[in-house]
Protein backbone atom coordinates (compact mmCIF):
# COMPACT_ATOMS: atom_id res chain seq x y z
CA UNK A 1 0.00 0.00 0.00
CA UNK A 2 1.35 3.70 -0.90
CA UNK A 3 0.16 7.16 0.00
CA UNK A 4 0.94 9.90 -2.01
CA UNK A 5 0.59 13.08 -1.58
CA UNK A 6 0.12 16.46 -3.43
CA UNK A 7 -1.18 19.80 -2.99
CA UNK A 8 1.91 21.73 -1.22
CA UNK A 9 3.49 24.53 -1.93
CA UNK A 10 3.98 28.26 -1.37
CA UNK A 11 1.35 30.76 -0.22
CA UNK A 12 0.93 34.00 0.85
CA UNK A 13 -0.97 34.61 4.23
CA UNK A 14 -4.42 34.43 4.15
CA UNK A 15 -4.43 32.50 1.18
CA UNK A 16 -5.68 28.74 0.68
CA UNK A 17 -4.34 25.77 -0.52
CA UNK A 18 -5.33 22.23 -1.25
CA UNK A 19 -3.79 18.93 -0.36
CA UNK A 20 -4.56 15.31 -1.55
CA UNK A 21 -4.16 12.29 -0.61
CA UNK A 22 -4.76 8.86 -3.10
CA UNK A 23 -3.96 5.28 -1.22
CA UNK A 24 -3.11 2.60 -3.60
CA UNK A 25 -2.44 -1.01 -3.57
CA UNK A 26 -3.56 -4.08 -1.92
CA UNK A 27 -6.31 -2.48 0.05
CA UNK A 28 -9.91 -4.80 1.83
CA UNK A 29 -10.89 -1.05 3.13
CA UNK A 30 -9.65 2.43 4.97
CA UNK A 31 -10.58 3.35 8.65
CA UNK A 32 -9.34 6.48 9.54
CA UNK A 33 -7.14 8.76 7.38
CA UNK A 34 -5.98 11.65 9.03
CA UNK A 35 -3.16 14.76 8.16
CA UNK A 36 -0.37 15.52 10.27
CA UNK A 37 2.25 18.03 9.74
CA UNK A 38 6.08 18.74 11.47
CA UNK A 39 7.36 21.97 11.25
CA UNK A 40 11.19 22.94 11.50
CA UNK A 41 12.46 21.86 15.00
CA UNK A 42 9.44 20.53 16.04
CA UNK A 43 7.39 16.83 16.50
CA UNK A 44 5.02 15.61 14.41
CA UNK A 45 1.40 17.09 14.98
CA UNK A 46 -1.90 15.61 14.50
CA UNK A 47 -3.95 18.49 12.59
CA UNK A 48 -6.84 16.91 11.24
CA UNK A 49 -8.80 13.32 11.01
CA UNK A 50 -11.78 11.74 9.50
CA UNK A 51 -13.38 8.66 10.32
CA UNK A 52 -15.29 6.45 8.29
CA UNK A 53 -18.74 7.83 9.42
CA UNK A 54 -17.06 10.93 8.24
CA UNK A 55 -16.74 12.07 11.84
CA UNK A 56 -14.09 14.38 11.85
CA UNK A 57 -11.70 15.89 14.77
CA UNK A 58 -9.32 19.17 13.97
CA UNK A 59 -6.32 20.44 15.94
CA UNK A 60 -7.30 23.72 18.36
CA UNK A 61 -4.93 25.56 16.13
CA UNK A 62 -6.97 24.99 12.69
CA UNK A 63 -10.35 24.96 13.87
CA UNK A 64 -12.66 26.94 11.40
CA UNK A 65 -9.86 27.32 9.06
CA UNK A 66 -8.98 23.82 8.20
CA UNK A 67 -11.47 21.10 6.23
CA UNK A 68 -10.87 17.64 6.30
CA UNK A 69 -13.11 15.53 3.87
CA UNK A 70 -12.77 11.77 1.87
CA UNK A 71 -13.67 10.16 -0.85
CA UNK A 72 -14.22 6.49 -0.35
CA UNK A 73 -14.46 5.74 -4.55
CA UNK A 74 -10.92 7.34 -4.63
CA UNK A 75 -9.24 6.19 -1.38
CA UNK A 76 -8.85 9.87 -1.53
CA UNK A 77 -8.52 12.55 1.67
CA UNK A 78 -8.67 16.04 1.49
CA UNK A 79 -7.35 18.84 3.02
CA UNK A 80 -8.54 22.68 2.26
CA UNK A 81 -6.58 25.31 4.46
CA UNK A 82 -8.09 28.88 4.50
CA UNK A 83 -6.95 31.99 6.03
CA UNK A 84 -3.57 30.58 6.07
CA UNK A 85 -0.83 31.82 8.35
CA UNK A 86 3.23 31.64 8.53
CA UNK A 87 2.91 29.20 11.22
CA UNK A 88 1.23 27.30 9.42
CA UNK A 89 4.32 26.41 7.72
CA UNK A 90 5.52 22.73 7.94
CA UNK A 91 6.04 19.25 5.61
CA UNK A 92 2.27 18.00 5.82
CA UNK A 93 1.81 14.43 6.06
CA UNK A 94 -1.02 11.96 4.97
CA UNK A 95 -1.67 8.94 7.16
CA UNK A 96 -4.06 5.84 6.87
CA UNK A 97 -5.08 3.04 8.96
CA UNK A 98 -5.73 0.16 6.23
CA UNK A 99 -7.18 -3.10 6.35
CA UNK A 100 -5.32 -5.74 4.18
CA UNK A 101 -6.19 -8.69 3.80
CA UNK A 102 -3.45 -11.80 3.83
CA UNK A 103 -2.96 -15.37 2.35
CA UNK A 104 -5.07 -16.88 4.10
CA UNK A 105 -8.07 -14.65 3.98
CA UNK A 106 -7.53 -13.17 7.15
CA UNK A 107 -7.24 -9.02 7.90
CA UNK A 108 -4.27 -7.15 9.00
CA UNK A 109 -4.61 -3.61 10.38
CA UNK A 110 -1.39 -1.36 9.33
CA UNK A 111 -0.47 2.28 9.33
CA UNK A 112 0.88 4.12 6.74
CA UNK A 113 2.29 7.41 5.79
CA UNK A 114 2.32 9.51 2.89
CA UNK A 115 6.11 11.43 1.66
CA UNK A 116 5.02 14.68 3.15
CA UNK A 117 4.64 17.49 0.61
CA UNK A 118 5.70 21.27 1.86
CA UNK A 119 3.13 24.16 3.00
CA UNK A 120 4.89 27.25 3.03
CA UNK A 121 3.06 30.57 4.02
CA UNK A 122 5.08 33.62 4.08
CA UNK A 123 4.00 36.78 5.91
Known amino acids: VQLQASGGGLVQAGGSLRLSCTAS????????MSWYRQGPGTQRDLVAR???????HYADSVKGRFTISRDNTKNTVYLQMNSLKPEDTAVYYC??????????????????WGQGTQVTVSS
Open 50 to 56: IYTGDST
Open 95 to 112: AAAVAVQTATGELDDYDF
Open 25 to 32: GSIFSIDT
